[in-house]
């Protein structure tokens, strides 16, 4: 009788220990959203501010996201909030390669089309690309409500599409590159983290450098970077550019945690989201204009996000 009492109590401690941890992920989850979310907007708009009115270099510009983001990792190596791992640096060039043209081609999408246009490329055929690279190249299936969930939002998007004119044939170039190159880097990001054994910190400390010096040589050769050297520069353009850098690193690590503990097409619907209060920024902050059939793209949109959110629950 007591060996019973004995099991069943432990067994009763170990399902509401289990309960605890989920409550505790979920809310880890939730905030690593909101904070990818927040943060990703705000280095939109910074971004396309540096690009138009100060007329910053775009692979600079995304050159010293990479520095700055190693530098910001190294600082929270030092103080222990992570440990190195040892890895082969080789199995780390096919991601960072992808992570240079993930940022270069989406900031040359950002610099040639509007805020919304830009978004509305991004989001259009990114979670169609990842559910494709995940089914073709990793045999992963999706089931039928979870397809379903991805109409709405597909719909949506194109609605905004057809009734946004702002697109321009180099900035629609750039917007497809990156789309193909960003679907690729996501999926490849959840991948080597599962590989590797590495987590969103460990992973990116081996990845940003990298990045760095792949794209050193292209930012030499094809920018100013002597003019930047010799400018005159003030504090108001000082201030976006350092704030820039900053908030890259919140956006890469947020990107990594995601996909590393949930999936990228979380992470896409996540960026859905992003694309409807991106849209919203740009119509309140820059009078884009906003036509009744892109208001109801953008509705519909968050209802494919919102019904995505209880079929994944």
């Known amino acids: 009788m007591l060996t019973t009492i004995i099991a069943t109590s432990g067994f009763l401690g170990r399902k509401y220990m289990g309960k605890d941890e989920q409550s505790k992920k979920k809310i880890k989850t939730g905030l690593a959203v909101f904070l990818n979310i927040s943060v990703s907007i705000a280095i939109v708009l910074i971004n396309k501010w540096l690009y138009t009115v100060v007329g910053f270099p775009n692979m600079t510009l995304t050159?010293?996201?990479?520095?700055?983001?190693?530098?910001?990792?190294h600082v929270c190596q030092l103080l222990g909030v992570f440990s190195v791992k040892k890895v082969p640096l080789i199995s780390m060039i096919p991601l960072a390669l992808c992570f240079c043209g993930f940022v270069v081609l989406?900031?040359?999408?950002?610099?040639?089309?509007?805020v919304g246009t830009y978004q509305v490329a991004k989001v259009m055929t990114t979670t169609p690309c990842v559910l494709l690279i995940q089914y073709h190249y990793y045999g992963k299936s999706v089931n039928t409500?979870?397809?379903?969930?991805?109409?709405?939002?597909?719909?949506?998007?194109?609605?905004?599409f057809i009734y946004d004119?702002?697109?321009?044939?180099?900035?629609?170039?750039?917007?497809?590159?990156?789309?193909?190159?960003?679907?690729?880097?996501?999926?490849?990001?959840?991948?080597?983290?599962?590989?590797?054994?590495?987590?969103?910190?460990?992973?990116?400390?081996?990845?940003?450098?990298?990045?760095?010096?792949?794209?050193?040589?292209?930012?030499?050769?094809?920018?100013?970077?002597l003019q930047l050297v010799h400018r005159s520069w003030t504090l108001a353009a000082i201030i976006p550019v350092v704030c820039s850098?900053?908030?890259?690193?919140?956006?890469?690590?947020?990107?990594?945690?995601?996909?590393?503990?949930?999936?990228?097409?979380?992470?896409?619907?996540?960026?859905?989201?992003?694309?409807?209060l991106t849209v919203a920024a740009g119509f309140f902050l820059?009078?884009?204009?906003?036509?009744?059939?892109?208001?109801?793209?953008?509705?519909?949109?968050?209802?494919?996000?919102v019904a995505y959110s209880h079929v994944r629950s």
């Open 145 to 160: 409500a979870t397809i379903l969930t991805v109409i709405p939002i597909i719909i949506g998007v194109i609605l905004n």
């Open 165 to 225: 004119i702002k697109f321009n044939l180099i900035g629609t170039a750039y917007a497809v590159m990156g789309v193909v190159v960003t679907s690729f880097y996501q999926v490849l990001v959840g991948e080597k983290q599962k590989e590797l054994q590495l987590n969103s910190m460990q992973l990116l400390y081996y990845q940003a450098p990298i990045s760095a010096i792949i794209l050193f040589f292209p930012v030499l050769v094809c920018e100013p970077v």
């Open 63 to 73: 050159f010293m996201h990479f520095i700055s983001t190693f530098f910001c990792l």
């Open 106 to 114: 989406t900031n040359l999408s950002l610099e040639n089309n509007s």
């Open 245 to 276: 850098c900053l908030i890259a690193f919140a956006v890469n690590l947020s990107i990594y945690w995601i996909i590393g503990n949930t999936s990228a097409l979380t992470y896409n619907m996540a960026g859905h989201l992003k694309f409807c």
């Open 286 to 305: 820059f009078q884009d204009p906003l036509s009744a059939n892109q208001l109801f793209g953008l509705v519909l949109t968050l209802a494919g996000v």
